[in-house]
């Protein structure tokens, strides 16, 4: 059981573990009127993931506060521009109780259920990214949990300005890992690079079905780390951002240097065919 | 400019960027009524560090802040058995607004006051602590800052149960680094050894004000990596836990191993001496 939160009512509980540490992970989901894109794949990290931290919620519940939305938000969010799709955004905390960092025992989790209009799709010809002077830190026991722990990807977003549309972040070793919302996926001469999830902060919804699709139709994809040169140098083919919400974008321009552009992987990406 | 919530009247703004990303940081201070005890170094360290972040708060709004927090918590929540002393919590978050992860200009910080009674001192013979299996992580670019970002500090605080009262966090390399709610003070043949400020996860009040005076008694006091071997081995003669709140905690028992345990430290610390 949880404790349901509307946000559009307000008041989150002061003492939320959510609001206090960070105790929490969140999902963003394209919807169009009842029906999310890869909205299974969501609701299943979430479950997942909230294991991992310790947070008991069941699939069916998370179902079930899905259902609820739709009916509260869907018509509300919903636009012409945007084909009547939507973003559905929920956030699952601890809850609230315990010694300061130390979570009580049995506390029920409260799940904050919010809505936002579809934003405007970003140019197809490519956008433009650069690099994050912000480093990347994952810790092993969390990783690729969408946790609310976003410190370092605000701080990186903060430098997002003017015409640029993503800033990527490397690890201390100077690999590039994600950007501050998409992940990453490198065309090669002989295929598709991408960062392993043991690396990865996030592990989105759209990477995990790419890579699947990308394999099933039997193209060549590696998960390795990504070195600046992998994407800088003359083997690169493309560099694509890649966000369950905005799609699969391609990088333009990066840190002032144009990048070739194929729009060939944007089609096989049609948020319609992937409703649930 | 910022907005006040009270902690008691509840109702944070679902859209606060401190409980959707843990954009923010904290500060908790012990209180003897009116007065707090290294006051000055707390809120320094968050008008300091919400500067870091870019979060925009003087000094001033925070004193004026704390008074008014005294008006309203003081006599609610000190009590007899701990003289008269309670326990003060800033919250302080970047506010509301923005597009995900990037904030808005100009957007006004929610400031978050609550409160709690002190919590029972621990044995002054020494308590109980043990190795964390959490890993800890820090960012080189918000190393020391309290912020709401403390996921890690949760998972290893779910590890204290029964007789501990901490359990110890090591970097990836293996070095000791910090309690989940302490910083650690090594005493060793010839002086005191502690991490340094750029490797640990929170700075603490209470660990810099000691070093200083231990320094200004002519003590030596290095700041260099801690090993597992310089707890553990023969050279140590004692291991403590710092912490604003708590005090200076001698640790009596490790992973199973007795560690000396010497008082004269606890005496340093008399918190009555540095109330502002």
Chains 1, 2 share one sequence.
């Not at 989150?12 to 969140?26: H, T, V």
């Not at 960062?195 to 592990?203: D, G, N, R, W, Y």
Request: with cysteine; proline share 6%.
């Amino acid at each position: 059981m949880f404790n349901l939160y509307w946000a559009d009512e307000g008041g989150l509980p002061a003492g939320d573990r959510g609001a206090a540490y960070g105790d929490g992970l969140f999902e963003t989901i394209r919807m169009y009127g009842g029906r999310g894109v890869l909205i299974s794949r969501h609701l299943d990290r979430m479950a997942r993931d909230a294991g991992r931290l310790g947070i008991p919620i069941t699939l069916m519940e998370l179902r079930k506060a899905c259902t609820a939305a739709v009916s509260r938000y869907a018509r509300r969010y919903a636009t012409k521009e945007r084909d009547g799709s939507w973003v559905l955004k929920l956030t699952l905390t601890r809850g609230e109780g315990g010694r300061g960092y130390q979570p009580s025992a049995g506390i029920r989790p409260n799940l904050i259920v919010s809505a936002s209009p579809m934003p405007a799709p970003p140019a197809s010809s490519g956008v433009v990214a650069d690099f994050s002077r912000v480093p990347l830190t994952v810790n092993p026991l969390l990783t690729g949990i969408k946790s609310l722990n976003r410190l370092e990807q605000v701080m990186a977003a903060r430098e997002i300005e003017g015409e640029l549309f993503e800033v990527i972040m490397a690890d201390s070793t100077g690999n590039l890992v994600e950007g501050t919302r998409t992940n990453l996926l490198v065309k090669v001469l002989d295929g598709w690079v991408t960062p392993p999830v043991k690396s990865l902060a996030v592990a989105g919804i759209l990477r995990q079905w790419l890579l699947e699709r990308l394999r099933a139709r039997g193209e060549p994809v590696v998960e390795r780390a990504v070195s600046i040169g992998d994407v800088m140098g003359s083997d690169c083919r493309g560099l694509y951002l890649l966000n369950s919400v905005i799609g699969i974008v391609p990088v333009g321009r990066l840190a002032g240097q144009d990048l070739p552009v194929d729009n060939g992987l944007a089609t096989i990406f049609n948020p319609l065919e992937l409703l649930e």
